[in-house]
């Protein structure tokens, strides 16, 4: 097929689909189906398939990116309302390598309010609706991601993860995401970015519906980074040591973890030690159960040069006056606030935070000590299974009432181990399930492996509608 046909193909699907999900906030579909008709003509020049692979890896491949991200033309708001007239001028740097590869970004994505909750819904764009249940959520923050991949909208997409926002729409909407070492991927030219600690927790990284689509994706986005990781190292299965646990210990800030969920993780086990003859190691890590208090300690804590951490507070005021949360929080009660709930709650939290210097820095000593016991147990050659979140895709709203669910997926920003998150399949409700599939730092090349195993075993992404 031509590179025109497959473009025309996924415009229409979008156009199709998009007036039930909100995923693409803004397309440019004009520019894109222009960059498809280069494409065929470059193809028609003939300089040869060996040279355009390695020129153009992704030559005429549809992409999507999360709107945080700067796409040139297309307007980068990241939710917030004082933004709305933002336009992009010039290209993040993974999308201007992923544009270089020769994909075809189609439009941008919606996202939850400045990135920061789980549920993909701000006062910009409204609201994002999962493909397998419009009554569910996308996830967030890069949750019309994961809505335009499961619906078959586009073939892979730009996200970025600071406390699960790559994971956890990969899991709600069944598809393949992956949350690669830290450091190794740039995140310039997202808003909001990272500053101080934080430059160690926020990690930009690929979805995509099929897990062979990953490694292509992250040697493009991480560029000369991409030396760092192991791609080129045959792994052989057989010798990676399994580890599992089915959850945190029990935290008081986190839901019990599904049946289906656990009952699909057990099936992995059950498949690894029949079919590659493997053990699976039970673990039972302490300091997990803290996970919640661990990711939110070090995320307030000041960098190595005494740098605080910036405020939510004063992102929620960019492009306009200083925002008070309990002020907005008054204006939300009659309907007058232009942010969402979950954006004014977490700007009242993170003062509570301030109140406990001692109890941070304990947490913060124990994220440390954490770090140190999940780099030793994975070592080299280890994979740890862990479930990707408590419960499958809430309705609309629920997780105002579950709202630390997201510790399971947050831990591993703040040790800044590799994480490839699986779907396994959909549970008894059509909803996908799945699991996070965890290494020692630069082992990204184990979890893709297995990722790349476990589609095979249970079949990967599934057409939505279909059950």
């Not at 415009?11 to 999900?21: C, D, G, S, T």
């Not at 040697?219 to 945190?248: Q, T, W, Y």
Request: glycine share 10%.
């Amino acid at each position: 097929v031509t590179c025109i046909e497959v473009v025309e193909a996924y415009v229409e699907r979008i156009k199709e689909v998009n007036p039930l999900i909100n995923a693409v906030v803004k397309d440019r579909f004009e520019e894109a189906l222009q960059e498809a008709r280069q494409v065929d003509k470059l193809l028609s020049e003939g300089p040869g398939d060996d040279y355009l692979e390695e020129k153009f890896p992704l030559l005429g491949v549809p992409i999507t990116v999360k709107e945080a991200f700067s796409l040139h033309g297309m307007p980068n708001t990241s939710g917030l309302v004082n933004r709305r007239n933002v336009i992009a001028t010039s290209d993040a740097t993974v999308v201007s390598r992923l544009k270089q590869a020769g994909a075809i970004p189609l439009g941008v994505t919606n996202c939850s309010e400045l990135c920061m909750w789980y549920e993909s819904s701000n006062r910009v764009y409204g609201r994002t609706n999962n493909p397998y249940d419009l009554q569910r959520i996308v996830g967030g923050s890069s949750g019309g991601e994961g809505g335009v991949l499961a619906a078959a909208c586009s073939v892979i997409g730009v996200g970025s993860d600071i406390g699960g926002s790559i994971r956890m729409p990969a899991f709600f909407n069944g598809v393949f995401g992956h949350k690669p070492t830290t450091g190794v991927v740039p995140n310039d030219g997202q808003f909001p970015n990272a500053q101080g600690v934080r430059t160690s927790f926020l990690c930009t990284g690929p979805m995509c519906r099929y897990a062979e689509d990953l490694e292509p994706m992250l040697r493009v986005m991480a560029g000369p980074g991409v030396n760092k990781l192991k791609l080129n190292e045959k792994v052989s299965l057989e010798k990676i040591k399994f580890h599992c646990m089915d959850h945190d210990g029990g935290s008081i800030f986190v839901w019990p973890v599904d049946k289906e969920i656990l009952q699909a993780q057990k099936k992995v086990v059950e498949h690894l030690e029949g079919e590659l003859g493997v053990q699976v190691q039970r673990v039972a890590i302490h300091k997990m159960k803290y996970s919640f208090q661990i990711w939110s300690a070090m995320m307030s804590s000041k960098d190595n040069d005494g740098q605080e951490a910036q405020l939510f507070t004063d992102l929620l005021g960019d492009h306009g006056k200083p925002v008070w949360p309990l002020w907005e929080l008054m204006k939300w009660l009659v309907g007058m606030s232009s942010h969402t709930l979950p954006a004014i709650a977490l700007g009242l939290t993170e003062k509570l935070m301030k109140l406990n210097p001692g109890g941070n820095a304990k947490l913060v000593s124990m994220g440390k000590s954490l770090q140190e016991e999940m780099e030793a147990l994975l070592g080299p050659d280890g994979v740890l299974l862990y479930p990707s979140h408590p419960t499958i895709a809430p309705r609309h709203h629920s997780p105002i009432c579950m709202p630390f669910n997201f510790a399971y997926t947050a831990i591993f920003n703040v040790l800044g181990l590799p994480v490839t998150q699986c779907p396994l399949g959909l549970s008894s409700e059509g909803l996908p399930l799945g699991i996070q599939l965890v290494a020692a730092s630069y082992n990204d090349h184990l979890t893709l492996a297995v990722a790349r195993y476990l589609e095979k075993a249970f079949g990967g992404w599934v057409v939505p509608g279909k059950v």
